[in-house]
């Protein structure tokens, strides 16, 4: 192990362990060059196949670009010792959770809690198995599922995927592997896996989280069934009275001892959950609150919400003349549109295995013929095209939107029987609106990146880099001298911010402030708020948005400005870290129903170190 305070690879300084087992351990460090929290993980394998699947976990992770996978962002050697350097992820494992839960007596988690991170889990199966090789990951459980802050899930340790074509588990050690009651008997005997593989341990997951008993190994259900035997998986619904049998049904689909019974892609499960999700109305997926306390380096608040009443947090930040920039803005091309990246849809799925339920006759329908008239194999015929045309009718529901599949269900609402007129059901999916970074001002040779998510050193100087998916206009307010708030970026930008307009284009980097400006984080300020407005149109409303930045907002002004956030964050949008070419950065993301010409409203709140 790893003392803390080691300076490792002369970059990361190892803060403290996380965990440790027979093959290996992680630590939380700094990352010495950009100053952010990460997550190293050590092997402790000698054995040559053992060390190479290690090395195969990092090249697997290396590529992936995913919210709910960590981002590997160094692998190196020292020595007989190996190293995996990767995203930090604040949080519990479930199994932690689960623990917690039933040791208050609360016991197992709520189904809507638990479909909603199937459903982000499923979707990032769902672009694992869409690479070029599949990736399968063969170790899906509760350990390996890590619950952020933000209720969203992270699926970690890839130490067993398979992502070759000649990956399978007889020829490695390390690919080997598996934990019993969530391996499916092909992996347990090692004749194979594939995508059906992960389906099994997902619905054993989701079995453990819905019952909180640990779920029968695939081999004594087996063993049991060949004897005449009742299958010793005992019914979901049988320990869990609140869970739907329609959900039920669907989770003993994923875990058939028969890899053929399954389902054969995620897609397909995480649609069969949805419309399990329709029959059971009562059931929602509205993401719930986080189990665990707040994380001890997740000190900064980036919130979707922030009350315009700050208190008395000082003068939080002033423009401070700096080194010009190189790189300026390209004034020939600022009313220039530039098409966004076309998107590539690399992945297929077949319609014919596509689940969807049957259809009602409508009241205009003519009337069948006497089945007695028909032979039954015309029916039978008939039927096979009626359930292939409903299914491609479903398949063509799913929509494309930035790197990623995401399985998006036009208004998938349902009513209850019991309340035809109350609520509809509506499972919310999210896309990225816009992606953001801070630049803190150059040290000795270079710039750093960060997210915000850390806090910045008192005197700092930083400023904003904004890329939106379309092209519109940037309005910026934050609370300026004397704890008043004042307008930073209008349709009239301050000459001081360096910059002419407040037009963005979609796909480039636009830069606040500029020109060699910085903001600066003042010494009696221990926050410094910023609210950021996006609009494809100029806003004529609220009025001062018109005039020249650094415009002190009247007490009528603000109450103005409370009303037109009001309307625009009804649905707020949610601040996600990501890494973009394995660099800091934010996504904001939105509603995937949300109108093109939707007015987005966030807030980015900084804290002092």
Known sequence: MLAPDTMLHDRYLILSPLGQGGMGAVYQATDQKFGNQVAIKETFYTDVQLRGAFSQEAKLLNRLRHAALPVVMDYFAVGERQFLVMQFIPGKDLEQCLHEQKASGQGPFLTAQVLSWADQLLDALEYLHAQMPPIIHRDIKPQNLKLTPRGEIVLLDFGLAKGTQTGHSKSSKGIRGYTPNYASLEQIRGTGT????????????????????????????????LLGQPDPLRPITELNLEVPLS???????????????RFETAALMR??????????????LHRTPTLMDAPIFSTIEVS?????DHGSSGSPWRLDAGPDR????????????????????????????????????????????????FHPSILAVCAMILVFAIAVLGIFRFQIWGNGLIASINKLAVSTQANASGPSLAIPMRVEAMRYFIEIAPGLNQSTRATGLMPLSEGSRFKFHFKPHQSGYLYIIALGAGDFWQTFLTNSPMPASGVITNRVIAGRDFLFPDGGQWFMMQP???????TVIFSPKPLTSPSFLTNQSGHGLSQNEIQDFAEFRKIHTAQPAELVAVADNNQPAVTVQVSAERPNDAILVFDISLKKR
């Open 194 to 225: 594939d995508a059906r593989s992960d389906i099994y341990s997902m619905g054993a997951t989701l079995y453990h989280l819905l019952t909180g008993e640990l779920p029968q190994d695939a081999l004594t259900r087996i063993a049991a069934m």
């Open 271 to 284: 649609q069969a959950l949805r419309n399990a999700i329709g029959n059971a109305a009562s059931v929602s």
């Open 247 to 261: 959900v039920a049904a669907v989770i003993d689909n994923a875990v058939s001892p028969n890899p053929d019974q």
């Open 326 to 373: 190189v790189d300026q803005i390209d004034q020939a091309n600022l009313s220039k549109d530039i098409p966004g990246q076309e998107i590539d849809n690399d992945s297929s799925i077949d319609a014919s295995q596509s689940e969807s339920p049957a259809l009602e006759p409508s009241a205009t329908q003519s009337t069948f013929t006497p089945v007695s008239r």
């Open 304 to 308: 979707a919400s922030v009350a315009l």
């Open 524 to 530: 009696d300020a221990d926050t410094t708020p910023f």
